[in-house]
């Protein structure tokens, strides 16, 4: 199988021309649609095609590929029906190559064994396969190998040479050249740096194994002016929108007479002077090793699963802040902060909410009170610090319930810097207090219009947005999720918050330490920033309360770690809401900050290892939540922390008055009114609190 895929660069240049590679996408426009294309790309004279397998959240992609991959999903496209697709193609009498090319949580999921064995059946010659970091790559390879089957890595113009010499060590067909940084998309011109890419490129493999140059190429120059480097060139998005915008029953023509204008048209191709072996160069065991001063892995989960063109701004992201973290100025500059957050936060004991539980003595780590309203303040403003020793100039953040939004803005204008957030449409709408502070603070706030339109898509849009503006923009993520080093780099500018807790707590008790931590969990920054200080205090339980929704047996809910599995999301393998087809479940929360469908690495890890205990709190139930310190203390939290009142109160009623609770309130509630003034007619009842919203003259009735 592997060697057909050579065979087919060696017939291209015997006939005096590059290889043309193309991509569609498995079930687009239709299901139905997919053979006929497959076929017409042969007939027009295509050497290799990449067959898509859709993924719900592809962070490397472009509009073109993401509305395709939405279209083939909701068409009811899977794993298995894509395999099922090359079964039939070859049926239908296609012969020359087909790779499969998609993200790695479906394969994940699917199992590796048996999707290897499920394609080779069917006809399948290989796997591209997006997000793969090197050292997974090189046992994925194997399993491909041991079947007869080829990978197919990915290099781009960031690669470092020493990924580059293990990529082109696993490569027994050829390499895929992204020739720029950024996600994939049609362009008017292709970049001129191709040559001295090819060049670098075979310099570090050998020579030996031909190289496809894709992102970009569209048109019959493109392709000659692609071609004089390369040994292959890959077209995809110009190709999908075509066939998209083609009609019914004509999709397959469109794509032979599109491909036929590549091949055929004006002008005269060029072959490079590179020579390859039809026999691979497979390095039978190869070696790689990266060397990090804090670990990519919390256990199983962590690492490093992104497209190869985001490494290079993760290992100089990992360069700065391990810099940073070393530098005693770097802290000086950042506690010199403190006075400007209101650090160290108000730390006292819930009197009446106490006497309400009945039970343990309930105390309150108020990082409600810093400037801003949240704990997010304590991570923006390190980041910026971060940004400014990188000299960058532009900062960007994705945003759910608005709180890191506002903190990465105020950073921002404190240090000087221009600030883009983006956000769900849907979380614009119901925070839109939060949108309007961003704005007087001078950010500027992308609503995100596709997907669920929810923090998730905010956070594949930053992703997006980075890769393609590395140089001048540090993208300052929210919470503990994402690849390496943002997990470890969020929870030690976080930690801040269980480490005064607990100096806080045993300076009013005769240094004893609590017997249970609680705080609310959605990606995970204020729960790891909470919970890491206490991670050793062994006679310290601690308890994680998730976003429940209608409950965690409907789908509306956002409870990762009480009712996930673990996947690859968003650059890290942890617990992900999904599919079992590996695609990423919606979600759904009162509280906008909790609404998200995966959860930092090291939280997974203390899942795993049973050091934290994870509950799931309904809507209804965080608003009792919400009412009670309300009502109790004085004291209006976020809805994202009602989830920790509640889960707290439950357990302090179940303890006796000699035990004690840490609650981290990591956020206050003003820009939650409106929403629980929305959700009361309908949550309220359930927990019987009949109040509602009035204005004007009925306020004063």
């Not at 649609?33 to 592809?58: A, N, R």
């Not at 497979?282 to 060397?291: T, Y």
């Not at 009013?508 to 990606?523: E, H, R, S, T, Y």
Request: proline fraction near 5%.
């Amino acid at each position: 199988m592997a060697s057909e895929l050579r065979a087919a660069f060696t017939k291209a240049k015997d006939e005096g021309r590059n290889a043309l590679v193309t991509f569609i996408t498995a079930g687009y426009p239709t299901i139905e649609d997919t053979v006929p294309i497959l076929k017409g790309l042969q007939d027009g004279g295509v050497d290799i095609i990449e067959l898509g397998i859709p993924f719900s959240d592809p962070i490397a992609d472009g509009p073109t590929i993401q509305v395709a991959n939405t279209t083939a999903l909701n068409n009811g496209i899977t794993v298995p029906k894509c395999i099922e697709l090359v079964k039939l193609a070859r049926k239908a009498g296609v012969t020359i190559p087909i790779i499969l090319m998609g993200y790695y949580n479906p394969i994940l999921i699917y199992g590796e064994q048996k999707m290897v064995e499920d394609s080779k059946a069917a006809g399948a010659n290989g796997f591209i396969v997006v997000d793969l970091p090197p050292e997974e790559a090189v046992k994925f390879r194997d399993t491909c190998s041991g079947a007869g089957l080829s990978y197919v890595p990915l290099v781009a113009p960031s690669t470092t040479d020493d990924r580059l010499k293990l990529l082109g060590e696993i490569s027994d067909s050829f390499i895929y050249v992204v020739s720029r940084m950024g996600v994939t998309g049609a362009q008017t011109a292709v970049t001129n740096a191709v040559g001295g890419l090819c060049k670098h490129i075979r310099s570090l493999t050998g020579g030996k194994t031909p190289l496809a140059v894709g992102f970009g190429v569209s048109t019959r120059e493109h392709f000659l002016s692609v071609g004089n480097s390369s040994d292959g060139v890959v077209i995809g998005s110009k190709l999908v929108t075509l066939i998209g915008e083609s009609k019914p029953g004509n999709r397959g023509e469109t794509a032979k007479k599109y491909v036929q204008s590549i091949l055929n048209g004006d002008g005269s191709p060029h072959i490079p002077n590179s020579t390859f072996d039809q026999q691979s160069s497979l390095k039978e065991k190869p070696e790689f090793h990266e060397d990090h001063k804090h670990n990519p892995r919390f256990g199983d989960f962590g690492g490093q699963y992104v497209p190869e063109a985001l490494h290079a701004c993760l290992r100089e992201l990992e360069d700065a802040f391990e810099s940073a973290i070393a530098d005693p100025t770097f802290w000086e500059e950042f506690r010199s902060l403190y006075q400007y957050i209101g650090r160290p936060s108000s730390f006292h004991k819930a009197e009446r909410l106490t006497e309400y539980a009945g039970g343990a003595q309930i105390w309150l780590k108020r990082e409600d009170l810093n400037h801003t309203g949240s704990h997010k303040i304590n991570n923006a403003l390190a980041q910026v610090l971060i940004a400014k020793r990188l000299g960058k100039k532009d900062v960007i953040a994705e945003t759910g319930a608005g709180q890191h939004g506002v903190a990465t803005a105020t950073a921002a204008a404190k240090f000087g810097m221009t600030c883009t957030v983006f956000m769900g449409a849907e979380d614009v709408r119901r925070q839109a207090l939060n949108v309007f502070r961003m704005r007087i603070l001078g950010a500027k706030v992308i609503a995100i219009q596709n997907g669920t339109k929810t923090l998730r898509d905010a956070t594949s849009e930053a992703f997006r947005y980075w890769v393609s503006h590395l140089k001048t923009t540090h993208y300052v993520v929210g919470s503990a999720i994402g690849p390496h080093p943002y997990p470890t780099l969020v929870r030690t500018f976080q930690s801040v918050i269980g480490q005064e807790a607990r100096e806080q707590y045993m300076k009013l008790n005769d240094g004893k330490l609590p017997d249970l931590v609680v705080a609310c969990v959605g990606g995970g920054s204020n729960s790891s920033g909470t919970f890491y200080p206490f991670e050793n205090d062994k006679s310290v339980k601690m308890m994680g309360c998730e976003a429940g929704g209608d409950g965690i047996d409907t789908e509306r809910h956002s409870a990762t770690l009480t009712a996930g599995e673990p996947g690859v999301f968003h650059g890290v393998k942890t617990y992900v809401l999904q599919s079992s087809d590996g695609q990423i479940h919606d979600t759904h929360s009162v509280s906008a900050g909790l609404d998200y469908p995966g959860v930092g690495p090291e939280l997974a890890k203390w899942k795993a290892n049973g050091r934290v205990k994870f509950i799931a709190v309904t809507d209804a139930e965080a608003l009792e939540g919400f009412r009670l310190l309300s009502q109790y203390e004085g004291i209006i939290p976020a809805l994202e922390s009602s989830h920790a009142v509640y889960g707290a109160v439950q357990e302090a009623k179940k303890m006796s008055k000699d035990q004690n609770i840490i609650i981290t309130v990591s956020g206050r509630g003003d820009k939650d009114v409106q929403s629980v003034a929305e959700v009361l007619p309908v949550l309220g009842p359930k927990i019987n609190w009949d109040l509602r919203f009035q204005s004007g003259e009925d306020a004063s009735k």
